[in-house]
């Protein structure tokens, strides 16, 4: 396992080849897909794969692998890697066991590969064996089994089961260290305030919340349940109080809450960026790492709206924190 300065000598010398502000830009003014295919390809997003602008997806996958790749070499201790490919093993795993019970391929929905190789996986949980599967991924699938055996398995309570018990997994993988309880319970806290606003019932919410957040059942219920006015005036000193406020105005104009998904998704770099020159520990690590995971969101963002023709300006509002590069933050 390299050491901390080995990761965050690493992490340094790649941050140079991130996309940037710059580039960003040029991609949200493309004329087209295919245009903003070239400019990924100034800094070998998705290792110089060659594509057409139809297969331009291929790139976020293959560039998605790199970085599960490099997080397995580099990264500085087991829990970081864990904690970092985590998402892409309950993803594959959710999708092996519904295509399992659904015999359907279950290739189309794989993405990248996170501690478990897809192989094992798909063995494991054909076969009814989950011992060596981390103790939430395993009572996740154990539990699925149930409600697909019940026949009450459908895709709202089976995502549900995975992503508590992803949530679940990262608060104990976080164990103390204050970065990663920091971003964990912030994206608890925005999981649980997206369900609260888009359900709009206690009932139904409570279902799907997930733990590790700052905010208590209760608080959900108050979002589910209370007129815009007084959610205002309890929140109005909360540390979520921003969230709270986009996640209101994308539900009063009964619109997505691409306003709340910006912000909510962008805290854990912004977070890491106020120590943007603390080279303690493997924050420089870590902070390349969430540049990378915000830069492959951005990439996605962009190539689907040049894809469906929206407006340049609505594309720039939907861009998460991001590398700033030579030329000042990206707002």
Same mark, same amino acid.
């Given at each position: 396992?390299?050491? #901390? ?9 790649l ?5 940037g ?8 003014d493309?004329?087209s897909?295919?245009e903003a295919?070239?400019i990924l ?14 297969e331009a ?6 560039e998605e692998?790199? $970085?599960s #790749?490099?997080?397995? +070499?580099?990264a500085?201790s087991?829990k970081?890697?864990? $904690?970092?490919?985590?998402?892409y093993?309950?993803?594959?795993a959710?999708a092996?066991?519904?295509? !399992?019970?659904l015999?359907a391929d279950?290739t189309p929905?794989?993405g990248?590969e ?10 494991k949980?054909?076969? +009814?064996s989950? !011992?060596?599967?981390?103790r939430?991924l395993a ?13 009450? #398995?459908?895709g @709202?309570?089976v ?17 103390k260290?204050? +970065? ?6 912030a994206?608890?806290d925005a999981?649980n ?8 019932n206690? #009932?139904q919410?409570s ?12 608080d959900i219920r108050?979002?589910t ?9 309890k ?6 109080k921003e969230?709270i406020e ?9 619109k ?5 998904e910006?912000?909510? +998704?962008? $805290?854990a770099? @912004?977070?890491?960026?106020?120590e ?12 390349y790492c ?8 951005n990439v996605?963002?962009i ?5 469906n023709?929206?407006e ?13 590069? @030579?030329?000042g933050y990206?707002?």
């Amino acid at each position: 396992m390299p050491n #901390a300065i080995y990761a965050n000598a690493r992490a340094s010398a790649l941050t140079a080849t991130l996309l940037g502000v710059e580039r960003l830009n040029r991609m949200i003014d493309s004329a087209s897909v295919e245009e903003a295919v070239k400019i990924l390809s100034e800094v070998n997003f998705g290792e110089g794969l060659a594509v057409s602008s139809s297969e331009a997806e291929r790139l976020i996958e293959a560039e998605e692998a790199r $970085f599960s #790749a490099f997080v397995k +070499d580099a990264a500085p201790s087991d829990k970081l890697t864990r $904690f970092l490919l985590a998402g892409y093993d309950f993803h594959n795993a959710e999708a092996i066991l519904r295509c !399992k019970y659904l015999k359907a391929d279950f290739t189309p929905m794989i993405g990248a590969e996170g501690m478990y190789p897809v192989s094992f996986l798909e063995e494991k949980i054909f076969t +009814d064996s989950y !011992k060596r599967f981390n103790r939430e991924l395993a009572t996740a699938i154990a539990d699925c089994d149930e409600l697909f055996v019940s026949g009450k #398995a459908n895709g @709202q309570n089976v995502s549900a089961v995975f992503r508590r018990a992803l949530y679940t997994f990262l608060w104990r993988e976080a164990g103390k260290d204050r +970065d990663l309880r920091t971003i964990v319970r912030a994206k608890a806290d925005a999981a649980n305030i997206a369900v609260a606003f888009r359900s709009r019932n206690f #009932a139904q919410a409570s279902e799907m919340l997930v733990k590790s957040g700052s905010l208590s059942e209760e608080d959900i219920r108050f979002l589910t349940e209370e007129p815009p006015e007084s959610i205002r005036e309890k929140y109005r000193f909360h540390l979520r109080k921003e969230w709270i406020e986009a996640a209101l105005e994308g539900a009063a104009e009964e619109k997505p809450l691409t306003e709340f998904e910006k912000i909510s +998704d962008s $805290f854990a770099l @912004q977070y890491l960026k106020k120590e943007r020159y603390n080279s303690e520990g493997h924050k420089p690590f870590l902070r390349y790492c969430y540049y990378k995971i915000s830069e492959i969101e951005n990439v996605k963002i962009i190539l689907s709206c040049l894809r469906n023709n929206v407006e340049k300006n609505l594309i720039r509002m939907r861009i998460r924190e991001s590398y700033e590069g @030579q030329n000042g933050y990206y707002r």
